[in-house]
Structure formats: C-alpha cells, structure tokens
C-alpha cells in the first residue's frame, strides 16, 4: 500500500490545523482488545472430604455431603454429577453458602472439564494460582495458574474517540480504553 490512510487523508484535506487534527486522531499499529486467562479444572472423580482446591488466595475444602457450612466449604454431593455443580455454584457464589470468588468465575462443567476465567481481563490473570489436593489423581487443574487454556491478553490504550490503522483496516476506540479493556472496534474493509 503505498499510501497510509493519514497520508490519504492529509492529500484529501487542505486545511493545515485539521491536517493536525489527523495526526492526533490517527496513528498507525494494530490495537488488542483485552482478553481474560482461563484455566481448566478437570475432575472425573467425586472429590474425597478434606480434599481442598486453591484458586488464588481462596482455599476450598470438601466436607461430607451435607455439611458445608460456611465459606471456602463444598460438598463433595451425591455423586459426582451433583458435586460438579456444587463446584460452579461455590465459586461463583450462587450455593447459597460461599461467597463469589473475587478473581474470577467458573463456567458449568462440560463433561469433566470446567473452564475458570479470570474477572478482570489482561495477562494478570495468568497469575492466578490454581492448585489441589485431591486424592484422585485424575482431579486436576490444567497448570499452576490461570492461562493454559487461554492465555490472559493486555488490550491496547486508547481514549474515546481515537483511530489506529493498519495496511488493511482502520479501528475506532468507542470508549476509553485500559489494559483490560475491549473497546476497539475494526471499520470497514481493506481498501
């Protein structure tokens, strides 16, 4: 491409002060949006009472069914059908016993595999500590922390209003945007 689309703009604009305008506005580069790190917990196996799993700073223990009681405590249920879905529910604080975790949220299990994505979007997560003690050894999560599955993406600064561009697109930030943000969007086709 020979001409960039501030060079194309500034042929197609006379007016000094808006050329500055342009050149404000408009700067070349590819900008991210923010993407969140998740890991996965893989558990086909009921968990044992005393098993514990650490996500971040919040320790989970597994009681006998029936007995949790209090925050950071999870039946082990029924079966193991019933103690997945105690697992979501603990972690994302709907069981009516945990609080929901601060750091991140827990999808429902597809077959044995739980997704956990980090609440806050951006390569932080991939810090997020995941690690367990279950006595099957089959009850695990994918790494010792978050990102494995996804690893955790910075978004790229911009503020409400600014343009980047490429040799192909042209891309409008719609909002202010930090480094966990996603407010980029892609205009229009290559030219």
């Known amino acids: 491409m020979a001409d960039s689309y501030l060079e194309i703009l500034q042929q197609k604009v006379k007016n000094p002060n808006l ?3 342009f050149q404000y506005m408009f700067s070349s580069g590819t900008p991210v949006n923010a993407v969140a790190s ?4 893989t558990m086909d196996t009921q968990p044992t009472a005393g098993d ?3 996500i971040g700073s919040k320790v989970y223990t597994f009681t006998a069914d029936g007995t949790a009681a ?3 405590e999870i039946d082990v249920g029924a079966d193991l059908a019933d103690c997945k879905t105690l697992v979501v529910a603990a972690i994302n604080g709907t069981d009516g016993i945990n609080t929901a975790h601060t750091q991140v949220t827990a999808a429902a299990f597809v077959g044995n595999d739980m997704v956990i994505t980090a609440s806050t979007k951006g390569v932080a997560g991939d810090l997020i500590a995941t690690t367990e003690t279950f006595t099957a050894g089959t009850n695990v999560f994918d790494d010792a ?5 996804t690893a955790g993406v910075d978004g790229t600064v911009g503020t409400a ?22 407010n980029w969007v892609r205009m229009g086709a290559s030219y």
Do not use: E, H, R, V
């Open 19 to 21: 050329s500055k305008y």
């Open 38 to 41: 998740q890991g996965t917990l």
């Open 52 to 54: 514990t799993m650490t």
């Open 70 to 72: 209090a925050d950071g």
């Open 145 to 149: 922390t978050l990102g494995t599955t």
């Open 161 to 182: 209003g600014q343009m980047k561009y490429d040799t192909s697109y042209l891309y409008l930030c719609g909002a202010d945007n930090a480094i966990s943000g996603a």
